[in-house]
């Protein structure tokens, strides 16, 4: 075991080919690090690498860093939360946001244009982190 995982190493599902067909969606489980943590320090170093690889308004970058830590500990709550990505125009950086929270997030599924059934199939046998881009071409409900 390394002593410090690496910026490069990835905490993306795989996908496996399960024996009868189709494919089965793998999320890698975290172990918890062998020593304390000193949370502060971790967002800091969460709000560094976001302001590093996107432009965010004033606190964006904190609260993108607290919803990331939550979503290792979501199921010691109650309730949970979501967030919703804007931009004023296209080109803006969202997918871009999107491609690093699915690295930072526990496990994290990118997905975009998920029918309803497969959205409620994920969340039920995977309890993951869904990231959808394009949420607005949804259809309504």
Not at 1 to 15: F, R, V, W
Not at 67 to 78: E, N
Request: aromatic share 8%; proline share 10%; glycine share 4%.
């Amino acid at each position: 075991m390394k002593d410090h995982p690496s910026i490069h190493e990835s905490n993306n599902p795989t996908i496996q080919p399960p024996v009868g067909g189709g494919s089965l969606l793998e999320l890698p489980d975290v172990e918890p690090w062998p020593h304390p943590v000193d949370g502060k320090l971790l967002l800091a170093q969460l709000v560094r690498v976001l302001s590093l690889f996107i432009i965010l308004p004033k606190w964006a970058a904190e609260t993108l860093a607290l919803w990331i830590l939550h979503t290792y500990a979501f199921q010691l709550r109650d309730v949970t939360t979501y967030i919703g990505i804007e931009s004023p125009e296209k080109r803006c950086g969202k997918t871009t946001l999107l491609s690093l929270l699915n690295e930072l997030a526990n496990r994290a599924v990118a997905s975009s244009n998920i029918s309803p059934p497969a959205f409620f199939r994920v969340i039920e046998d995977l309890s993951p982190t869904l990231l959808i881009d394009e949420v607005d071409n949804f259809p309504e409900r």
